[in-house]
């Protein structure tokens, strides 16, 4: 599965809402159904194909006109091919088969003043596109009714298949009604961009034309609406036609559970495989949720953080560095994921041989941290287990003794004697005490 090349792909958006035969009635939600798709299938970051690669025929009523510019756009493109029309269908004797309005279009006769589906049929036949994409929003009969379209024809499916494409429509025979009351879209076409727009929960990260239309299709037959039918040939259907937006809602999560596991993983000791587990996570974090995201940035400190503890603390040190810049950008200094990055780079620092560097920094985050948290609060309490340690590793033994000291008493106090963070303060007072000689 993959999304289209945006450069070899082409787009063909045919729309008709207003017409001159006064049986065929306006139709306002085509205008801005058709505008607001080619914004969507050409937006930027989420977009199929860049503007000048999407054919916008809106009210065109010239019928050679659309064929020339439908021509140019099916002969260019070579890899997507994608045909959308919205407004009305008509059906013409004996054989019923299918034209498409456009605004000079008469209902009497649309053999003579519309694009018969034939001749789109023969067009995208014939294009050098892999991959062929036609879907048709319209009902069949061409007959009107206060605003809904419907009609009493026997013209199936079978009828729009071409050869190696996916053709999708809005749905069969007299079942179709347009355009719903108070919906600035067609009902078809506006919860197929919604979907586009919003995405599935729960789906892939690419949506092919095989997933929305089984979404579409189970969703419009929740609401009551005309079901959409399909047909498809060859590789089409597994064709991506826009990243699921969605999700991420749905990755984040299972990601945030994987960087929990590889944490602990490291706790229990096994830094490398902790480090290996968090470069995978983060790779998919930043694919999916992107650099500035949270989430990524907290991976980041635990990535660099595990290869501190597998042995390699000066390039821990390196990247805690870069994502201390990002955080204090994105996060800003008093963030919680701000304060902690600064003491893993501390830490890390100490042990790539830069005490002093180290006990610096130490002194200056355990001012912030009881500022920001409280002079009790845990992590206040550990930035003060690490400058003693470090003080103690640079020869400053009273001045460690007497943080430690300190931080017995409170741990004993606020976790108990039994704790192991407690237990932990202690074995460091007695090792510095014995240090001292007595």
């Keep these: 599965m993959r999304l289209p090349d945006p450069q070899r792909s082409r787009i063909v958006l045919i729309g008709a809402s207003q017409y001159s035969d006064p049986a065929l ?6 205008h801005r159904t058709i505008t607001d798709l080619a914004e969507l299938l050409t937006d930027q970051v989420y977009g199929v194909v860049p503007e000048d690669h999407c054919t916008v025929l809106l009210d065109e009523g010239d019928l050679r006109t659309v064929g020339q510019r439908l021509w140019a756009a ?4 070579e890899d997507l091919l994608l045909i959308y029309y919205a407004g009305h269908g008509l059906i013409s004797e004996p054989r019923w088969d299918l034209s498409l309005a456009l605004p ?27 991959n062929k994409l036609v879907i048709i929003d319209c009902c069949f009969s061409g007959r009107a009714l206060t605003g809904t379209m419907a009609g009493d ?13 996916y053709v999708l429509t809005s749905a069969a025979r007299d079942q179709l009604a347009l355009a719903l009351a108070g919906e600035p879209h067609t009902a078809f076409s506006g919860r197929l961009m919604r979907l586009l727009r919003e995405g599935i929960v729960g789906g892939p990260e690419l949506l092919t034309i095989e997933d929305l ?3 579409l299709r189970q969703n419009m037959t929740a609401e009551g609406l005309p079901v959409p039918l399909n047909r498809g040939a060859g590789t089409a259907s597994r064709l991506a036609l826009g990243v699921n937006r969605a999700f991420a809602a749905t990755a984040g999560p299972e990601l945030r559970k994987q960087h929990v596991a590889a944490v602990q993983q490291g706790k229990d000791g096994d830094w490398k495989g902790a480090a290996d587990a968090l470069q995978k996570i983060l790779d998919e974090q930043v694919r999916v949720l992107g650099q500035e995201h949270v989430d990524t940035l907290r991976t980041r400190q635990s990535y660099a953080h595990s290869l ?10 390196q990247l805690l560095r870069q994502l201390l810049a990002d955080q204090l950008q994105l996060l800003g200094p008093d963030h919680e994921d701000t304060l902690r990055t600064r003491q893993f780079l501390a830490v890390n620092l100490g042990e790539a041989g830069y005490r002093e560097e180290a006990v610096g920094m130490l002194r200056v985050l355990l001012a912030d941290r009881g500022r920001v948290l409280g002079a009790e609060d845990l992590h206040t309490l550990r930035t003060r287990h690490m400058l003693a340690r470090n003080l103690l590793l640079l020869g400053a033994k009273d001045e460690a003794v007497a943080l430690l000291r300190q931080l017995v008493t409170e741990r004993e106090r606020i976790l108990g ?11 460091d007072l007695r090792s510095a005490v014995d240090r001292e000689g007595g």
């Design 213 to 215: 239309y089984k979404r």
């Design 74 to 77: 099916v002969t260019e493109a």
């Design 153 to 165: 024809g026997a013209t199936e499916i079978g009828q729009l298949e071409v050869a190696g494409t």
């Design 308 to 317: 501190g503890g597998a042995g390699d603390a000066m390039t821990a040190a």
């Design 417 to 427: 004697g039994e704790h192991p963070h407690t237990r932990r303060a202690q074995e």
């Design 104 to 130: 000079d279009s008469e209902l009497a006769h649309p053999e003579f003043n519309s694009l018969e589906y034939d001749k789109l049929r023969h067009a995208v036949l014939n294009s050098p596109a892999v």
């Design 25 to 30: 009635p306006d139709l306002p939600a085509v």
